[in-house]
């Protein structure tokens, strides 16, 4: 196994980026021995330590800047240091670490080398009412957080019923600050088979922009930009535009039966409904550079993403403001998490799907 995956790192396609030559110049592996099933967020702390959560052992494990192993810690439970679904982690001041446990409803606060310390629940009777909090959206250096709290929304055309998304946003002690915004998630259909989503869904993703939230669920060429009062201002970027037909072909092609990934409520005519995304996934670098993927109906439909995070696919980079800066071509077993200094960190994949952390020098736009 450890040659194996050594073998794969190695023959990772460096990554071109228009306009400023060929990067990364050197790739440092993590620990080989050290394998996921799933990795389901990365962050790099000031120190340059690197810590991956695998929300399906419960766990996160700590790596040195060059991927070397440290420690792990976390387990199943809902006792001190223990986590039933984390669903995502922010880092703060000092280097602390808070982690976001659906689950048991809570954020747990860590140091830098994985030691708990307090835990709180957010105030969620303060909250939006008629919707669940589910994934962490952004974390902020000050301890602020927002989450995505999901919940049904109304019946709409052609039989289809949106999740709401309301984007909550709350403070260092769990204090419910406010909603600053809504949109749509998952397309749902339903017949006498199930119900379920539509595997062109949007999907809600977040980052953390200064003291702003990024948001988009993908359906749209713009990224949403909220500051703390809930001003709203946007920022076009460039997306894909793909016909409902052309990627349905597309999937067909790489996922086969899909009543074999759990879309057997899915009826002949469903495959008419509903659009396709624009945009596949956004974060933000330790410059403030956005990154953002063009959606590929081959990875980033919600049957494709049973591994986690989908890999590879086109992105473009823009300043702060909007501006485009380049557009980067990533290698299909890679998907960066983040670009912070001379270093683009991320996940891989091995020949039978086991996950790893890969860490790359880049001499490219930050």
Excluded: C
């Amino acid at each position: 196994m450890r040659r194996v995956l050594l073998l794969l790192l190695a023959l990772l396609p460096a990554v071109p980026l228009s306009g400023q030559g060929v990067v990364p110049e050197e790739l440092f592996a993590a620990s080989p021995d050290v394998l996921f099933t799933r990795i389901g967020d990365i962050v790099q702390l000031s120190s340059g330590r690197i810590i991956a959560v695998d929300p399906s052992e419960s766990r996160l494990t700590f790596f040195d800047g060059d991927g070397s192993y440290l420690a792990r810690v976390g387990r199943e439970g809902t006792g001190p240091g223990e986590y039933r679904s984390i669903g995502g982690i922010w880092v703060m001041a000092g280097d602390s670490v808070g982690v976001w446990d659906s689950r048991n409803g809570r954020v747990t606060i860590l140091d830098g080398w994985g030691e708990t310390g307090r835990t709180f629940s957010p105030d969620f009777g303060a909250a939006t009412e008629g919707v669940h909090p589910d994934r962490l959206l952004a974390g902020f250096a000050d301890g602020h957080f927002v989450l995505a709290s999901m919940g049904p929304g109304p019946e709409g055309a052609e039989g289809i019923r949106a999740d709401r998304v309301v984007l909550e946003l709350f403070g260092p002690d769990g204090e419910f600050v406010r909603a600053l915004g809504e949109d749509f998630g998952f397309l749902r259909v339903f017949s006498e088979a199930g119900g379920g989503p539509l595997p062109f869904s949007p999907y809600p993703w977040g980052a953390a922009l200064e003291d702003d939230l990024l948001f988009t669920n993908g359906y749209f060429a713009d990224v949403r930009r909220f500051d703390r009062a809930g001003s709203e201002t946007s920022i076009p970027v460039k997306g894909e535009s793909i016909e409902l037909a052309d990627a349905w072909d597309r999937l067909d092609e790489v996922a086969g039966d899909l009543g074999e990934r759990g879309y057997r409520y899915l009826r002949a005519d469903d495959r008419r409904k509903g659009s396709v995304p624009a945009l596949g996934r956004i974060f933000v670098s330790d410059e403030g550079h956005l990154w953002v993927k063009a959606y590929a109906p081959t990875r980033d439909a919600l049957p494709m993403r049973r591994s986690g995070v989908p890999p590879g696919g086109s992105w473009t980079v823009y300043t702060p403001g909007g501006e485009f800066v380049a557009s980067v071509e990533m290698p299909d077993d890679f998907a960066p998490m983040v670009v912070a200094g001379d270093r683009i960190v991320g996940v891989t994949w091995s020949p039978f799907d086991e996950q790893s952390v890969a860490v790359f020098r880049w001499s490219g736009v930050r």
